[in-house]
């Protein structure tokens, strides 16, 4: 299912330009997709869609509070991929709820961990699809450039 999201990623949510589910499915099936995974890569995505398009959840708590990850947390998601969001996080690219959005949508996924890579995605595609894409290039810009930070 990670790999369909990748393609829809990469083929339409990337580009703006989301065809009829319908013509996706077909399309999808095309490239060799299983129907399984398609049909779970779209409850994924509307899961997500849904929860970016609704008021964000209110956190009563301080400035100096801390997240604690779940037991199936830890084990699913590998300590890279949570210090990549606290990174985030801590960077004001994210914030609490995107967070745990983002954490909630890699648990979501079928398999059994979810590495650094896809987190990168998950978080790729939550920023994306909430209008944000120039905050998850400037992280990524930050982390990988070999020569810095590049000022436009």
Known sequence: MFEVLVFMFEHYIAHRALPDKAIMTQELSAAG?????????FDWFHVMKTNLIEPPAVYAHQQTSMRMFSDSEYKKISLESISFLIFLQQASVINDVERDLIV??????KQEHIKIEEMRWITMIALWNAGREKDYLFVEDA???????TLH
């Open 33 to 41: 997709f299983e129907q399984s995974d398609i049909v779970g890569a």
């Open 104 to 109: 909630e949508r890699a648990m979501a996924l």
């Open 143 to 149: 982390l990988f450039n070999p020569r810095g930070l």
